[in-house]
Every structure is written in C-alpha cells, then in structure tokens.
C-alpha cells in the first residue's frame, strides 16, 4: 500500500492510497492511534471512491462513531482506466434494452461479471488497511447500494471479517446464491418505484439473505431517490453492530 495524499477536512483526515492497481481513500477520526472498526463502502455505477454520497457517509462515521472507512475505485471507475470488454458489453446491453430486452437481468450479468475481480481485490484492501496502526484489526462493516450492492452480496459472502452489512438496490438475478451464504446482520434498502432494478427482485434478493437478523427498509421514490433519514439508520446500526 502506497500513500501519495493526506488532506484534512472538517476535522476529517483524508489519505488517498494505491493499492497495485487499485486506488483508494481511508478516513480516519482526527489523531487515531489504536484499533478501530472499519467500514469498506462500494460506490454506485457510473460514481467513484468519493462519490457525494460514500463521502457524506464516510464522514459522518468517522465523526460520529470514531469508526475508519476506505474506499475504492472498481473496475474501469474513477481513477481506473476504462475496459475494452466492458464498455463493450455496455454498449451491447443498451441496444438490447432499445430492442425491448429487461434491464435488471442485463445488470445482473454484468455485476456478476465485475464482482470475479472486485471480490478478491477488496480482500486485499482490507488486509492492507488492517495492518495500519491507527485502524488494526477490529470488526469491519460493509456498506454499498446499486453496483455497490451487487458486488458487495459476494463480497460480504466470502469474507468472514465482516460482521454487518446495509445492502440495497439490487435484485436477485446475479446475487441470489451469493446471498444465502450471508448471515451476518443486514440493512436492506429498497425504492418502491425503483426504475432499474424491479421491486419484485429486491424482495427476492432480500428474501434470500440467510441472516437470522435483517431488516427491510422500503421507501417510496425511483432507484436514486434514496430519503436522507436512512443515513441516521445506517449510524444507528453499525455503532450497535461494530462499535
């Protein structure tokens, strides 16, 4: 793990990082110097490490509940350099879905696509953020939305280090099997008028879900429109399950 910036704000400190191939940011509460929980976050599709919405939570977990988060780009995101077969694909799905072909299965098969390599990579990133003074080896979280929910469902499958999890926006298509194997606490969200991923496949994937402990959150409003209360949820959460 390389460090190539440290900027601080609102009391936040920011390190930006590579990891081989992969870029990323760890915050961490101002002055850290012992072990801690840790949050992994998985950006949406189309967003990046620091997108609005991992920023404002990554913030907000650190301050408030002392916690350390890292996040990283995915695969031709962000900092990444694009992917021939993936835009590729893309653009083959968008003139299936002009032709009159379903979004969510397409979606699905690219999800499952990406997470062969992002699964690994992230259990590589949290290897290398535990061995850091000022995060260690405490419980890790993981939170992600969207893509980040389609690769986080296998993720959070294979790695035991995780103790809870919110998920949301995703369907059953591509994380079904992956879903059964999980039993740690999760954080379902669902967007009752979600456009892109149909209501019936959030309920399955949820449905799927092996944990003895999980909570479906559903909300009126499309697949962006998630309301600003759940972020005070998702605090409430972690700090029962992590702190």
Not at 83 to 91: F, G, K, N, P, S
Not at 209 to 226: D, M, R, V
Request: hydrophobic share 45%.
């Amino acid at each position: 793990m390389r460090f190539i910036s440290e900027t601080s704000s609102g009391g936040v400190p920011e390190q930006l990082f590579t990891l081989g191939d992969i870029p990323g940011v760890l915050w961490t509460p101002e002055g850290a110097v012992a072990t801690r929980p840790l949050v992994l976050m998985g950006h949406g599709g189309g967003q990046h490490k620091k997108a609005p919405d991992v920023l404002a939570r990554a913030r907000r977990f650190v301050t408030e509940c002392g916690f350390a988060v890292v996040a990283v780009d995915v695969p031709a995101h962000g900092d990444r350099p694009k992917i021939e077969d993936y835009d590729r694909i893309a653009t083959e799905n968008q003139a299936r879905v002009e032709a009159g072909e379903e979004l969510a299965p397409l979606i699905a098969g690219f999800q499952a696509l990406v997470a062969r390599q992002t699964v690994p990579e992230w259990r590589a990133v949290l290897d290398a953020v535990q061995q850091l003074a000022h995060v260690g080896v405490g419980p890790v979280g993981y939170w992600g939305v969207s893509l980040g929910c389609g690769l986080g469902v296998p993720f959070v499958a294979a790695e035991p280090r995780v103790r809870a999890a919110v998920l949301g926006l995703g369907g059953a298509l591509a994380s079904a099997e992956a879903a059964a194997r999980i039993t740690v606490p999760v954080e379902f969200l669902v967007q009752w008028d979600d456009e892109r991923v149909p209501r019936v496949q959030s309920l399955a994937l949820f449905d799927a879900l092996a944990s003895a402990e999980k909570t479906l959150h559903a909300n009126p409003g499309k697949h962006g429109e998630i309301p600003a209360f759940e972020l005070e949820s998702t605090l409430r959460f972690f700090a029962r399950h992590l702190g």
